[in-house]
């Protein structure tokens, strides 16, 4: 591959490229040529570096890349912290994702929703579910409004925590407010109320979103599998199944491997055997 020497948007091309292929070490040789060839790197180019050290899991090194930069008084931008923020909330350093929140406010930087949303899914996957409600107050006082990926996170929390009946009244409330929940969301409250054995209400909200022409997912199907098979309603399990094929979804590993589990724990070795010969033919 050739490069034009001198030009940023160049090399920030050819960096964003390795870095889709996940290639974070070829896209830091790239970095080290630009700097040698007195090309100065900007902070889009250290914002998508940093994005990559994350998506390896790399968290310290995307950590010392930002505050590398900041001793050296690089002018970082709301991104290169909503990029931080969401690395360290997804690696359960949430603390630390608050420090450099307030430390946006400090450096007068105007947190956007992506900031936002990434904090308030780190509060909601840590169970502190009253701090991301705070945020979402903070949210609407600055004119910035909570969209379905906010309410997401926080309906995961509540079905998470056991309050699966809150969970609902949200989803209504949103609804309400002109808010429409993803496929995303209804697989969430799906999960929570089977697993909190309300499957006769998992199965409500499953044929409305079969009436109301949802694009129904091997996720959505699986959690509903996994319900009935939990109650050992294994025939209304199977024909769950068919009808997957049916509609041309195509059954996961999970997918079968919670029927299978399920009818082996109930002695039923039969039926499993024959899923699982099943499973292992497609």
């Not at 914002?47 to 505050?67: C, P, Q, R, W």
């Not at 001793?71 to 949430?94: E, F, P, Q, T």
Request: hydrophobic letters at 40%; one cysteine or more; a negative charge.
């Amino acid at each position: 591959m050739e490069y034009v020497y001198g030009r940023v948007d160049t090399y920030f091309d050819s960096m964003c490229f390795h870095l889709e292929e996940g290639k974070v070490k070829e896209a830091k040789k790239l970095l080290a040529v630009m700097m040698k060839e007195g090309v100065t790197p900007d902070v889009v180019t250290y914002n998508s570096l940093m994005d990559g050290h994350f998506l390896l899991n790399e968290v310290n090194k995307a950590m010392n890349i930002f505050y590398t930069l900041a001793r050296r008084g690089v002018a970082l931008d709301g991104h290169s912290y909503s990029i931080m923020i969401n690395g360290l909330s997804k690696s359960k350093m949430v603390d630390e994702a608050v420090n450099l929140f307030k430390e946006m406010s400090c450096n007068n930087i105007i947190p956007n929703l992506m900031t936002y949303n990434a904090l308030i899914d780190g509060f909601c996957k840590s169970g502190r579910i009253s701090y991301a409600w705070e945020l979402v107050l903070e949210m609407h006082d600055n004119g910035q409004p909570a969209d379905i990926v906010t309410y997401s996170s926080i309906i995961y929390a509540l079905c998470k925590n056991h309050h699966v009946d809150k969970a609902i009244a949200l989803v209504k409330k949103i609804k309400d407010q002109g808010i429409q929940p993803s496929m995303f969301t209804y697989n969430i409250l799906l999960d929570g109320l089977c697993k909190e054995g309300q499957l006769k209400n998992a199965q409500d909200v499953f044929r409305d979103l079969l009436i109301k022409g949802y694009s129904l997912d091997v996720r959505t199907y699986s959690i509903m599998i996994n319900g009935l098979s939990r109650e050992g309603l294994f025939d209304e399990a199977e024909a769950l199944l068919s009808k997957m094929d049916d509609n041309g979804i195509i059954p996961n590993a999970i997918t079968y491997e919670t029927i299978i589990l399920a009818l082996f724990y109930k002695d039923e070795n039969a039926k499993a055997e024959k899923l699982l010969r099943e499973m292992r033919s497609t």
